[in-house]
């Protein structure tokens, strides 16, 4: 193969079809008919030739010992099937999609209907008929009341609700 080892006739190989995937399909057209009208040697065909070892590297004798060892060839046959219990990029994506989809229709949603309350009359009577189910339950101690209107205020500021004058205290 022209002075190659064969490690280096595949090395050759491999980045010749990888630079024409690289550059698009129509790049792939000129090797494939090389390939095609009995060319045997990709080397030939795409113009490509090998980088040599460095030699200042540290592993430059590993490496040029290592490129004379002929051994067997894996194919793609031993490639072991991609793991069942891993969703690939695309089922992540769908999911990061239906998440910021839901968020913007929960957001607009959210706008459209605003949190008020429909009837005064129905929501006062149901406060009233909560006071009188706790009703013997220990009010509120007088030192905690500011924290708890101060709590309420937030709560109000919070959903867009008007600030309510204060009530008098119940007994």
């Not at 095609?36 to 030939?44: F, P």
């Not at 709560?155 to 004058?165: D, L, M, S, W």
């Amino acid at each position: 193969m022209n002075g190659f080892s064969r490690r280096q006739g595949r090395v050759v190989a491999c980045a010749a079809i990888a630079a024409a995937m690289l550059a698009g399909c129509s790049a792939m057209e000129p090797l494939a008919d090389e390939a095609r009208s009995g060319a045997h040697d990709l080397i030939e065909a795409s113009h490509l030739r090998p980088l040599g070892v460095n030699p200042d590297s540290p592993i430059a004798a590993d490496a040029e010992k290592a490129e004379q060892v002929s051994g067997p060839v894996p194919n793609f046959a031993s490639v072991p099937p991609a793991p069942g219990d891993v969703r690939g990029a695309p089922a992540y994506k769908d999911q990061v999609v239906s998440l910021v989809s839901d968020k913007r229709l929960l957001n607009q949603w959210s706008n459209v209907n605003p949190p008020k309350v429909d009837d005064p009359k129905t929501t006062d009577a149901f406060a009233e008929a909560e006071r009188k189910r706790v009703g013997n339950e220990t009010p509120v101690a007088p030192e905690k009341a500011a924290e708890t209107a101060a709590f309420v205020k937030q709560g109000q500021k919070a959903v867009g609700q008007p600030e309510t004058p204060p009530k008098s205290p119940q007994n």
